[in-house]
T-cell receptor, first 110, second 113 residues
Framework: RKEVEQDPGPFNVPEGATVAFNCTYSNSASQSFFWYRQDCRKEPKLLMSVYSSGNEDGRFTAQLNRASQYISLLIRDSKLSDSATYLCVVNRNQGGKLIFGQGTELSVKP | DAEITQSPRHKITETGRQVTLACHQTWNHNNMFWYRQDLGHGLRLIHYSYGVHDTNKGEVSDGYSVSRSNTEDLPLTLESAASSQTSVYFC????????????FGPGTRLLVL
C-alpha cells in the first residue's frame, strides 16, 4: 500500500462545476499536509497547505481529518485554467522530506 | 529573481554510460532534493541534502549518487545508466524554516536507450 493514496483520475468536468479530490495517508505520525498542482509536463507548485481546522483560498477549500487520515480538496466554479494534476502531499516532519501521492488529473471542458 | 534551474532539459544516452544532471538554485536554500517521476508512481525521492557536504539516500537511490560541494548545486549522477532510469527528473529546494514549500526546477527528461 502506498503511503499517500489519491482518487484515480482523470476527472472530466464542465466549466462551473464543483469537483472534489480525496486523499488518504497511512502514517499517523504525519505532521503537515499540502496540495500541489502540476501542469502538463511541468514542475509541481504548491497550491495550498491543509490545516486541521480546514482552510479556504478563493475557490479552493482544503479539509483534513486526522482521525480518518483523510485529506480533501474542493474546487468550486471550475475554470478551464484549473485543468492540471493535483498532488496530495504529506510531510512526516523528517527534515522537510515530502511524500507525494500519484496525483489526480483534472480536465475542465468548455 | 531567485530561481532553480536544471540542465540539460532533455538528454538521450545509452545504457552503461555515466550521466550527470545539474541542479542550481539561487534561493540560498540549505535543503535540496532529487525526484524522479514516472507514470503510475508519482514523484519518488532519490537523494537529498540538508547542506554542504551532507547527502542522504531517498526511496529509490540505487544507481544514483549526489554530492554537495556548495549551497547552490546538487548534481545527480547515474553511475551506469539503465533503461529503467528513463524518467523525468526534478530537482527541488526548500528553506529549513519553511520546509513544506519546495521549489521545483523545470525538470530533465532522460531517455536511456
Amino acid at each position: 500500500r502506498k503511503e499517500v493514496e489519491q482518487d484515480p483520475g482523470p476527472f472530466n468536468v464542465p466549466e462551473g462545476a464543483t469537483v472534489a479530490f480525496n486523499c488518504t495517508y497511512s502514517n499517523s505520525a504525519s505532521q503537515s499536509f499540502f496540495w500541489y498542482r502540476q501542469d502538463c509536463r511541468k514542475e509541481p507548485k504548491l497550491l495550498m497547505s491543509v490545516y486541521s481546522s480546514g482552510n479556504e483560498d478563493g475557490r479552493f477549500t482544503a479539509q483534513l481529518n486526522r482521525a480518518s487520515q483523510y485529506i480533501s480538496l474542493l474546487i468550486r466554479d471550475s475554470k478551464l485554467s484549473d485543468s492540471a494534476t493535483y498532488l496530495c502531499v504529506v510531510n512526516r516532519n523528517q527534515g522537510g522530506k515530502l511524500i507525494f501521492g500519484q496525483g489526480t488529473e483534472l480536465s475542465v471542458k468548455p | 529573481d531567485a530561481e532553480i534551474t536544471q540542465s540539460p532539459r532533455h538528454k538521450i544516452t545509452e545504457t552503461g554510460r555515466q550521466v550527470t544532471l545539474a541542479c542550481h538554485q539561487t534561493w540560498n536554500h540549505n535543503n535540496m532534493f532529487w525526484y524522479r517521476q514516472d507514470l503510475g508512481h508519482g514523484l519518488r525521492l532519490i537523494h537529498y541534502s540538508y547542506g554542504v557536504h551532507d547527502t542522504n539516500k531517498g526511496e529509490v537511490s540505487d544507481g544514483y549518487s549526489v554530492s554537495r560541494s556548495n549551497t547552490e548545486d546538487l548534481p545527480l549522477t547515474l553511475e551506469s545508466a539503465a533503461s529503467s532510469q528513463t524518467s523525468v527528473y526534478f530537482c527541488a529546494s526548500s528553506d529549513p524554516g519553511q520546509q513544506e514549500t519546495q521549489y521545483f526546477g523545470p525538470g530533465t527528461r532522460l531517455l536511456v536507450l
